[in-house]
Structures are given as C-alpha cells and as structure tokens.
C-alpha cells in the first residue's frame, strides 16, 4: 500500500492524501481547496497530481472547504465514485459546496473584467454551482461508530474528533496479502472542551497515523478568559467607542459557537443594547443544520434545551440572520454601533471583504480575527502591525480601526490537546506518524513534541511525497 501526500503539506490547506492498495484501488482522504489570496492559489487547485476519473472511492473527515472544496473539481473532471462520510458531513457539504461553486464563479467575472481591460484571454471558473449540485449524488452518509465496509477487503469508521458538527477520524482497515494494515487520519482535532459540540472520543489503534498540526506550537487561552476578553472587546467597541465590532468567521462552526456565547450574554443580561447581525446565507442555512444535528451537540446545550430555559440556542431577541444582499449592503449605512458576524473566516471572499472596506477607516470600529488565517490571506495582513493600509477589491484603505484576535475560538486543539487526543494510542503499535495541515517550522516543534512523548518515526511530509507501507 502507499501513501501520496497531495496537500495540506507544509501548509494548512488544501487536504488531500491519496492511498492506492496493492490491487490498484485508489482512495482519497480529503479532497480540499488550496484558499488564499484570491486568485493566487488558482493554479495549485487546477493541478491536481492525480486524474480523478481514475479514483475510486474519497473520504472526508468533515466539511471544512480546505477538506472539501475540490470535490465539485474532482466531479467535473470525471470522478464517479463515492464519497462516504458522516451524516452531518454530507448535510453540510449540501450547502457549502454549492456556495464556494458560486464564489468560482464570481471570482472568475471579477478576474476576466480585469483581463477584458488589458486585451487578456479569459479563465473559466475552477467549478461551477452546477458541479457541486450534481456531485452531491455520490455521497454516502454513515453514522459515528458504524463500520461501514466498501468492499470485503476495505471498512471505514468515523470517531469524533469535536473540530465541528460531523468532523471525524477516519479509522480505514485495508486487508491485502494476508495482512491487516489499520490507518487512522485525524482530519482536524477539536477542543476537548467546547461550547456547543460534544468532546472528541478515543479512536480505535492504528499501525499508522496521520495527523494535523495546525496549533502544533501553541496553547490556547482558557475559555473563561476568552469570553471575558469578547465581552470586553464588544463593551470597548460598541459602548465606550460607539463602533462597529466586524467578525470574520467560518460560516460553519464557528458562527454558531460565538453566536451561542452572544446568546449567553444576552440571557444573562450583559449584551449591550445592540443588534447583532449574522450576515451570511450559508451561515443562516448552516445554523438549520446544527438544529437538524442536535445529537451531536453536548450536554450544556442540550440542558438549556430541556428545561426550555432557552429552546433556541442559536437565537435571541436582536440577532438578525440575513440572507438578501440589498439587506447586507444597508448595514454598511447604518451608522450605529453593532456587532457583524460575516463569512470567511480568513476574509478572503464573500460579504466580510465589502464590510472590512466599508468599516476599516474608522477608528470607532474593531475587526476581531477569531480563528487561523493563511498567510497570504486578507485576515492574515490585517494582522500585521506594520502595515497602515491595506488593498480590498483593488482600492488602499488605510488602517484606522482596531485590529484584534482571539484564537482560542479556534475548532482547532492546541499541541497539549491534540498531544492528549493522540495518547489514546499504543505508541509502540504505531510505526509511523505523518504531520499534515500545518505551517513548517510548527510542524517541526510539534514533531518534537510528539517524538518526546513516545511516537516512533515522525514524518513532515513535502507535497508529492510517496511511503510504502
């Protein structure tokens, strides 16, 4: 069997991991989008190093665009397989993969008016709303725990990993020349704590192991702390500078988690008298889905739940879901203070780019960062202390509101966490451990870590790298 590593290596993004056995079935693990800055990481998601027709069968660890986004690429290519993943995965895949078509889409028009200026030929976009729809038919849902078998010598099992609702561990048993080879991929590892999803859960022992590294050399802040350090950053915005607090944040997830921190202070009577506004469709669809997906949520919630305290975790008096962009754009004219939660998380496309650019001028405002940006990314140079303009959608605005970041509401386990996760495992049983989805030289303190704490033959794998095993 070999292991071929297509992304996410030496980054965090663009997860793919290619496992062809020794009868020639090729499975993929992940099927993600490079994202960045814009349309610079065109071509590295146009240059596959596989030809999907020839695929078999790919399996997700969860929704996230950089885990799935090329799934609608794969399909258009040929790819007529299965993707099997958990319920709530493919439930979210509905929604996402037709929305990241749409945003192709419309970055192919804005790129080819460019083009038509300069007497340049045209790009198509990399897929269409079309193609994500049409490949929604491959998919297979299966339960957390349920060992689903592909065929007599190939059997998944999903275990949650806590990122977000749906994500797992893919626990993959390949049975050739008489010998059973057990393989675990982490996707991405959650928190042990959260605050609307259930903790991650021991997977079953692997020979070999590949996992993310995105926090590999950090530790988060308490979450006490952390809701303390919002609570603080939304009084000093709206309140004492009367601004706007403007959010960039994944529609999935991590909207639904701070919204639920904003429903708590709300319920307990702390919320300034603000709107605030979820200004995303997939966000506003995404949240139908946590509803939809209850089990999976934990216990604090389902309590809240129960005793009717609160039937609605993810709604309160002030909070505005808005779909209609004519809705969106009259935010920008609205000079009151309020709190704006807008996809994506990095504020590399959809309706946060238009908020930055209309916010980022006043000094009243703040944009709070809550989760990892790429570095090439629009959240990743707003970050930059150095910087005092900024390009958005071709036009320097120059940098006069607050710049904040919170990561502990991250999805994603620091290196004591995801360290912990992973010690669910026999360390001398498992051979060999692969670091993906992960910055280099994190990768190479967190592969110190791991290697001191017992793992055997670290590997940091380079894109295009190939392992027998």
């Known amino acids: 069997m070999k292991i071929k590593f297509l992304g996410a290596t030496r980054e965090v993004t663009g997860s793919k991991i290619l496992i062809t056995t020794d009868e020639g079935k090729k ?9 960045g800055k814009g349309l610079e990481t065109d071509a590295k998601n146009r240059n596959i190093g596989i030809d999907p027709s020839e695929l078999h069968h790919i399996i997700l660890s969860h929704a996230h665009i950089d885990h799935s986004g090329l799934i609608p690429y794969f399909y258009k290519l040929g790819f007529r397989g299965s993707i099997i993943c958990t319920n709530a ?21 804005w790129f080819n008016k460019k083009q038509a200026k300069k007497k340049l030929p045209f790009i ?18 299966v339960d957390y725990d349920r060992r689903f078998y592909i065929n007599d010598k190939i059997n998944v099992k999903f275990t949650n990993t806590g990122h977000m609702l749906g994500s797992s561990v893919v626990n993959l048993e390949i049975n050739e020349n008489g010998k059973k080879v057990r393989l675990a991929y982490t996707g991405d590892i959650g928190r042990p704590s959260n605050r609307i999803l259930k903790p991650p859960v021991p997977f ?8 993310e590294s995105t926090y590999g050399d950090r530790i988060h802040e308490q979450m ?39 429903n708590k ?14 200004d995303s469709p997939l966000a506003v669809n995404a949240t139908d889905i946590f509803r939809m997906h209850l089990d999976n949520l934990n216990d604090d919630v389902h309590n809240e739940i129960r005793t009717e305290r609160d039937p609605d975790p993810f709604g309160f008096n002030r909070l505005h879901y808005i779909k209609k962009a004519d809705d969106s754009k009259a935010l920008n004219g609205d000079p009151r203070p309020s709190i704006i939660i807008s996809a994506s998380g990095m504020a590399e496309a959809g309706r946060i780019k238009h908020h930055i650019a209309n916010n980022i001028e006043n000094p009243q405002n703040t944009i709070l960062m809550v989760g990892y940006c790429s570095p090439t990314s629009l959240g990743a140079r707003l970050q930059d202390p150095k910087r005092k303009e900024i390009s958005i959608f071709g036009k320097i605005h120059a940098i006069n509101a607050k710049i904040m970041r919170i990561e502990a509401f991250s999805g994603h386990g620091d290196y004591n966490e995801m360290k912990s996760f992973l010690n669910c495992q026999d360390k001398s049983i498992v051979k060999k451990t692969f670091l993906v989805h992960g910055e280099y030289k994190v990768q190479q303190f967190y592969s110190n870590v791991l290697t001191e ?15 027998e095993v």
């Open 124 to 141: 198509q976009p990399i897929y269409t709303v079309n193609d994500a729809e049409n490949s929604m038919k491959l998919f297979i849902g």
């Open 27 to 35: 499975i993929l693990l992940d099927c993600g989008l490079f994202q």
């Open 265 to 278: 202070f709300f319920n307990n009577g702390t919320l300034p008298n603000i709107d605030v506004y979820v």
């Open 89 to 109: 995965t493919r439930n979210l895949c509905s929604i996402m993969l037709p929305d990241s078509g749409h945003i192709q889409e419309l970055d192919a028009k």
């Open 453 to 467: 704490d017992g793992f055997k033959k670290v590997e940091i794998p380079a894109f295009g790298d190939e392992f």
């Open 204 to 211: 079953p022992q692997c020979d070999y192991l590949i996992t």
């Open 224 to 262: 006490t702390e952390v809701e303390k350090e919002f609570y603080d950053i939304i009084h000093d915005t709206c309140v004492v500078r009367k601004g706007k607090l403007i959010i960039p944040s994944f529609a999935i997830g991590r909207t639904q988690e701070i919204v639920y921190v904003l």
